[in-house]
T-cell receptor
Framework: DQQVKQNSPSLSVQEGRISILNCDYT??????FLWYKKYPAEGPTFLIS?????DKNEDGRFTVFLNKSAKHLSLHIVPSQPGDSAVYFC???????????????FGTGTRLQVTL | KAGVTQTPRYLIKTRGQQVTLSCSPI?????VSWYQQTPGQGLQFLFE???????NKGNFPGRFSGRQFSNSRSEMNVSTLELGDSALYLC????????????FGPGTRLTVL
């Protein structure tokens, strides 16, 4: 039962263009969503997050959009840089008041390659 | 601030043995969670400790256990190792003030032969 899905295992984007990574979830109890970037043999690095009361959050080149009715979120990276090449995971959790805020459910990841 | 540290970074064990992994959270973080990453199952939540108590638990057998000390450092233990326990074990810490962002350590790569 994959509650968080990233249907694109890989994505290739040219340097300077926009990268759009997508994520779908099925559990309506999820209240908080996060994106992580991961290199092989390293721990995930936190990028950006969004709570369910918002539909957009921006941090520098990274913007996350949340569509609650569609149970869909996306990460936009603009402009894409070669150093962005990594595996990106979306994750979801319950709200802080549910006691499950620390229980992250991860998607399967999308490998982003930014080419010159 | 120093990040999350995990020791050892690499470990090789044989089936039937037990193993203990250690995690030191970011200073001031009282919540520590453990995750397992495998090629087949991806990143899966094992358990969370907060103030020396297990607060959340994932769907793993009882061979997987953990504990947290008064200084928030945490250990996880896997007994009677199986080949399928070979994985990257990740520890993450979180500020207890309510923010959901977890910060991960570099992981311990466990290989069971």
């Amino acid at each position: 039962d994959q509650q968080v899905k990233q249907n694109s295992p890989s994505l290739s984007v040219q340097e300077g263009r926009i990268s759009i990574l997508n994520c779908d979830y099925t559990n309506s109890m999820f209240d908080y969503f996060l994106w992580y970037k991961k290199y092989p043999a390293e721990g995930p690095t936190f990028l950006i997050s969004i709570s369910s009361i918002k539909d957009k959050n921006e941090d520098g080149r990274f913007t996350v959009f949340l569509n609650k009715s569609a149970k869909h979120l996306s990460l936009h990276i603009v402009p894409s840089q070669p150093g962005d090449s990594a595996v990106y995971f979306c994750a979801a959790s319950g709200g802080v008041n549910t006691g499950t805020a620390s229980k992250l459910t991860f998607g399967t990841g999308t490998r982003l390659q930014v080419t010159l | 601030k120093a990040g999350v540290t995990q020791t050892p970074r690499y470990l090789i064990k044989t089936r039937g043995q037990q193993v203990t992994l250690s995690c030191s959270p970011i200073s001031g973080h009282r919540s520590v969670s453990w995750y397992q990453q495998t090629p087949g199952q991806g990143l899966q939540f094992l358990f969370e400790y907060f103030s020396e108590t297990q607060r959340n638990k994932g769907n793993f057998p009882g061979r997987f256990s953990g504990r947290q000390f008064s200084n928030s450092r945490s250990e996880m233990n896997v007994s009677t190792l199986e080949l399928g326990d070979s994985a990257l074990y990740l520890c993450a810490s979180k500020d207890a003030r309510g923010y959901n962002e977890q910060f991960f350590g570099p992981g311990t790569r466990l290989t069971v032969l």
